[in-house]
């Protein structure tokens, strides 16, 4: 199921003073089962971008089409809606039931299955997010920041989505909270469904992702594989953005006379190009 948008555009407050353009013209693709970061600057307009697509905030104006309907025209909005999960940055304030079943629960039984079948479906999502039986009877407010994480993005997946969007996942947690949503992110991107993550990790998202997508005031800058993205070293500093930790250091050792491609980005291609380099010195 791909999402397409088309010259999309939104302002906030149109028509009064604080008016801001919060995205300009922006065009493209997203396809099944793809794993597409998206990274930029503190206001560039990531979360609006993604509301969009599940039609959280209605263009100003173009289009998004899902599956090639306009979602917001379509007499399907509800089902479509539905198809394309979105998970919110800090998504722990959108738990609310007493339990973490009924809070993982609420999202499929408003989908209309029985009490029954949400229930399973809710055990299917927590198992996948690792919080097992043993968390079903607790009170979300009680679990730790990566577990009130895991149990949100378990709520999204209860309705089994085609396309999994995450803000931020990441974003406050500790390295090891960090690394099992990550893990898990990456797990239920490799069982078929999209992925569309925005985050300001760059490490984060040149180990996950396939695509990059990089938003300046409103504006695709820069669209294409981590390669491509991550070798754009000029671009990508004029916006204010770091380079992955490995793709940093190949350009430092660029600058001091090593012939690196400009496509290395991991640390595992940058130790094997350098072992080689240094092999035929
Ligand atoms: N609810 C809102 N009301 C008014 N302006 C907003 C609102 N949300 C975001 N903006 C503005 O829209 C622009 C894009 O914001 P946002 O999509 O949140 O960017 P990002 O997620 O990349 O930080 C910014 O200039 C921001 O100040
Ligand atoms: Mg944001």
Not at 102 to 114: A, E, I, Q, R, Y
Not at 224 to 231: D, I, K, P, R
């Amino acid at each position: 199921m791909p999402i397409s948008v088309k010259d999309l555009t939104y302002t906030y407050n149109p028509g009064t003073p604080f008016e801001t353009r919060a995205l300009d013209g922006i065009s493209l693709t997203i396809n099944d089962g793809e794993f597409v970061g998206i990274i930029g600057h503190t206001g560039s307009g990531k979360s609006t971008f993604i509301q969009h697509l599940n039609a959280l905030i209605k263009p100003t104006s173009g289009q998004v089409l899902v599956d090639g309907e306009d979602i917001n025209e379509s007499k399907e909005k509800a089902a479509l809606r539905m198809r394309v999960g979105l998970v919110f940055q800090y998504p722990e304030y959108q738990l609310f039931e007493e339990t973490v079943l009924k809070d993982v629960s609420f999202g499929p039984k408003n989908m209309g299955l029985s009490e029954e079948e949400a229930t399973q479906s809710a055990k299917w999502a927590l198992e996948k997010v690792g919080l097992g039986e043993r968390y079903y009877g607790r009170s979300p407010f009680e679990l730790s920041g990566g577990q009130k994480r895991r149990c949100a993005v378990a709520g999204v997946l209860a309705m089994h989505p085609e396309v999994l969007i995450l803000d931020e996942p990441a974003a406050g947690l500790d390295p090891v909270g960090r690394r099992e949503i990550l893990d898990i992110i990456r797990a239920i991107h490799s069982e078929g469904t999209t992925v569309i993550m925005v985050s300001h990790s760059m490490d984060d998202v040149a180990r996950l992702c396939e695509r990059v997508i990089v938003l300046e005031k409103g504006k695709v800058a820069l669209d294409g594989s981590c390669a491509e993205v991550f070798g754009q070293v000029e671009k990508l500093s004029a916006m204010g953005l770091t380079l992955p930790q490995a793709a940093l250091l190949r350009d430092r050792l660029n600058k001091r006379g090593f012939d690196l491609p400009e496509s290395i980005y991991t640390i595992e291609a940058l130790s094997q190009a350098l072992t080689e380099k240094l092999k035929t010195r």
